[in-house]
DNA sequence: CTGTTAGCGCTTTCAG
DNA sequence: CTGAAAGCGCTAACAG
C-alpha cells in the first residue's frame, strides 16, 4: 500500500507542495493555468489521494460531527438521525453516530473519545447524567446542541417537540370522540427526561381543560417491560379507561402486543393514540391514529444550529429551545 | 478554547513529551512510579485529553471503520450497522456509515471520502457499480469486506445470507398448507443484485423441487413503486397464485397495503410469507410468517473479518463466502 | 504566480 | 528511566 503524498506529486509536477497545496484549495487565481495542468497530470498518473487527517491536524478542524443519541431503538432517533446527515452531506460533513443505550456512563465516554478525535461539534440526545461535563463544554464555548431533552441548568440550544401540546391534541381528539375514561402510558418517569414529563403534563393539562378528573390509576410511567403489568393493573379497575394515549413508539409496542393478547378490540374496547409516527400504522388493522413529530425539520435545525455554531464559535447567538409543533394524523383507532 | 497540548503536561510534570507519550500509552515499565504521579497529576489539573488525529497521523491509524450502506431503508441495513458497532465499540473502533441510496455515483464519492479520511477498513453493501474502484481497492490490500451482496469479478470476503435456501424454505411451508399456486415478488432485478437473484433462483428450484410448474407471470422483480400495479396485474389472472413469497420488508410493506386496499384476507385470500423479520410481524393482524436472517451473527462476522485484515494487512487469508442460514418463523400468514 | 519555511500534536528511535 | 530530535502530510504566511 504505497501512499503518495503531496511531496510526490509537487516533485512529479515540479513545483512546490505549496501550490500543490493551492490547487487542491481551488486557489487556481494564483496559478499558471499550464502549472495548473502540470499538477492535474501528475495527480492523476499517480493517483493521488489527500490525506485529511493531515489537514485536520493542521487546520483543527476535521469537518465531522458527532451524534450521541440516548436510545437508539426510537424511530425518533433514527429519523432524526437521518435528517441530521442529509444536512450535514450537503456541508461535506461526517457524522459519527454512537449510541448511550441511556447510560451516563457510555454517554461520558462517547463524549470524551469524540472529542479526543476533534470531532468539531456535538449534537446530542442527552441521558441527562452528566451535567458536570455538558457544563464544562458549553463553558469553553464548545458547538453543541441538544435534541429532545433539555437539562435543567445546562443552557444550550436545544431542538424538541412541543410535547405539552402533543399530549393536547390526542386528548382533544379523544373527548372528541365521546372519551371520558382516558389514561396514558409511557417509559419511565425516575430519571425526568423531558419528553415523558412534558407529556405527562400536557396529558393533565389537557384533561383540566376539558373539564375531566384526573385519575391517578390511569397514568403510568414504567420501564419498557414493565408495561404490560402496568396495563394488566390499568384494566383490572373498576372502572378502566376507554382510551388510552401512548408516550412513544416503543411502547405503543407493547400496548399492542397487550391488546392482542388480551384480544381487545380497537378501538371498542380501547381507543388508542401514540406519539410517535410508526411505519406500520396505516397497514395496522385497525389503522393507528398518532401523533407524528416533524422529525425532519427537527433534525435539519439541530444540524443547522450545530453547523452556524462551528462556523462562528465566537458569535455567541442567543441560545434558546427551538420547539416543534406535533401533528395529530386521524386513522383509525380512535 | 485553549487547547492543551502534551507539551503543556510535559511541562508542568518536568519532564519531556516522550515520557508523557509513554505514559499514556501505558508503557509505564520505562518510568520512575513517582515520574508517573507526577505526570498524572498535571493530567488531571490541566485536564488534558489527547489529539487523536495527531497520533493518526503519526500512526498512519484512525481507529476508525467505514460502512457504506447500499439502502439504509431496509431494516436488515439497520440491523447489521448496530451489530457492527457493537461489535466495534468492543475493539474501540469508530464508524462512519454512509448511505449509498442504491446509487453508485455516491458509493463512489464516499469511498473516496472515506479513504481519504484514512479509515482503517470498509464494510460495503455494494451498489455493484463501481468495479473498477472496488478491484482497485482489493490489489492495494485495503481491507475490505462486502455484506449483502458480491460483485462478478471481484474477489473479496463477503457476508451472505444462503438466499435460496431462504425461498426454499418458504416454498417448503407454502406447499405444506396445500398452496399449489405460488407467486413472488420483489425489488427490480435490473442491476442483478445478488439477494434478489438468488431469492428467485431458489424460489423457481424450489418449486421444481416439489413438482410444481413455473408460471413466469407468478414471478415479479419491479421498483416498490410499482409493486402495487405488479399485484394487480398478478391477481387480475383467471388463476392468481394463493401465496405470495415476498423478497425483502420494503415490497412487504407494498404488498401489506395492497392487501389492505384491496380487502384481501391473509391467509384465505392470500397467504404470505415475507423475507426480513419485521418488528411488527408478532402484532400484525395476523401474525405475520417470515423468514429471519441472523442480522446480529451477519454484522458481528463482517466486523471481524475487516477487523482481522487491518490486524495484519499482510497475511492473505484466503477470500471467501460466509454463508449464513435464514430461519422460518412460523405465526399466522401462512 | 511560486517556493521557502514553519509548524499542527503526537510517536518513536536513539542516546545518555 | 528520561530527553532530544526527526517527522507523519498538509497548510499558510511571507518572500520573491
Same mark, same amino acid.
Given at each position: 500500500m504505497?501512499? !503518495?503524498?503531496?511531496?510526490?506529486?509537487?516533485?512529479?509536477?515540479?513545483?512546490?507542495?505549496?501550490?500543490?497545496?493551492? %490547487? $487542491?484549495? *481551488?486557489?487556481?487565481?494564483y496559478m499558471a493555468p499550464e502549472t495548473r495542468k502540470r499538477i492535474e497530470e501528475a495527480i492523476r498518473v499517480l493517483g493521488y489521494q489527500p490525506n485529511i487527517v493531515a489537514?485536520? =491536524?493542521?487546520?483543527?478542524?476535521?469537518? /465531522?460531527?458527532?451524534?450521541?443519541?440516548?436510545?437508539?431503538?426510537?424511530?425518533? @432517533?433514527?429519523?432524526?438521525?437521518?435528517?441530521?446527515?442529509d444536512t450535514c452531506r450537503e456541508h461535506d460533513i461526517h457524522v459519527i453516530v454512537c449510541n448511550?443505550?441511556?447510560?451516563?456512563?457510555?454517554?461520558? &465516554? %462517547?463524549?470524551?473519545?469524540?472529542?479526543?478525535?476533534?470531532?468539531?461539534?456535538?449534537? !446530542?440526545?442527552?441521558?441527562?447524567?452528566?451535567?458536570?461535563?455538558?457544563?464544562?463544554?458549553?463553558q469553553e464555548r464548545y458547538p453543541i446542541v441538544f435534541v429532545d431533552r433539555i437539562v435543567e441548568q445546562v443552557n444550550v440550544d436545544s431542538v424538541l417537540l412541543n410535547n405539552e401540546r402533543a399530549s393536547y391534541l390526542a386528548v382533544e381528539h379523544f373527548v372528541k370522540k365521546g372519551h371520558q375514561?382516558?389514561?396514558?402510558?409511557?417509559?419511565? $418517569?425516575?430519571? &425526568?427526561?423531558?419528553?415523558? !414529563?412534558e407529556r405527562i403534563k400536557g396529558f393533565i393539562t389537557?384533561?383540566?381543560a376539558h373539564n375531566l378528573p384526573v385519575n391517578h390509576e390511569y397514568i403510568k410511567g414504567l420501564e419498557v417491560a414493565k408495561i404490560k403489568d402496568g396495563l394488566s393493573e390499568m384494566f383490572r379497575l373498576k372502572e378502566p379507561p376507554t382510551?388510552?394515549?401512548v408516550g412513544n413508539d416503543l411502547v405503543l409496542m407493547e400496548v399492542l402486543n397487550y391488546v392482542k393478547e388480551n384480544s381487545l378490540i380497537i378501538p371498542q374496547d380501547l381507543?388508542?393514540?401514540?406519539?410517535?409516527? !410508526?411505519?406500520?400504522?396505516?397497514?395496522?388493522?385497525?389503522? =393507528? /391514529?398518532?401523533?407524528?413529530?416533524?422529525?425532519?425539520?427537527?433534525?435539519? *435545525?439541530?444540524?443547522? =444550529? $450545530?453547523l452556524e455554531k462551528?462556523?462562528?464559535?465566537?458569535?455567541?447567538?442567543?441560545? *434558546?429551545?427551538?420547539?416543534?409543533?406535533?401533528? =395529530?394524523?386521524?386513522? @383509525?383507532?380512535?
Open positions: 504505497k501512499r !503518495v503524498t503531496m511531496a510526490d506529486v509537487a516533485k512529479m509536477a515540479k513545483v512546490s507542495k505549496s501550490t500543490v497545496s493551492q %490547487y $487542491l484549495n *481551488k486557489r487556481y487565481e489537514r485536520s =491536524l493542521k487546520q483543527k478542524r476535521t469537518s /465531522t460531527i458527532g451524534v450521541i443519541v440516548a436510545n437508539i431503538l426510537h424511530t425518533f @432517533s433514527t429519523q432524526i438521525i437521518r435528517s441530521i446527515e448511550a443505550d441511556d447510560d451516563p456512563a457510555k454517554e461520558a &465516554n %462517547y463524549i470524551k473519545m469524540l472529542r479526543a478525535k476533534q470531532v468539531d461539534g456535538l449534537i !446530542v440526545f442527552p441521558t441527562g447524567g452528566n451535567i458536570d461535563l455538558y457544563q464544562a463544554m458549553i375514561r382516558i389514561g396514558m402510558i409511557t417509559t419511565s $418517569l425516575i430519571r &425526568n427526561i423531558t419528553p415523558r !414529563v389537557a384533561l383540566k382510551a388510552l394515549l381507543a388508542i393514540i401514540g406519539i410517535d409516527e !410508526v411505519p406500520f400504522a396505516n397497514i395496522f388493522d385497525p389503522p =393507528l /391514529t398518532t401523533i407524528s413529530q416533524p422529525t425532519f425539520e427537527m433534525g435539519k *435545525k439541530a444540524a443547522q =444550529l $450545530l462551528i462556523e462562528d464559535q465566537e458569535r455567541s447567538i442567543e441560545v *434558546k429551545i427551538h420547539r416543534f409543533e406535533p401533528k =395529530l394524523i386521524i386513522r @383509525s383507532s380512535c
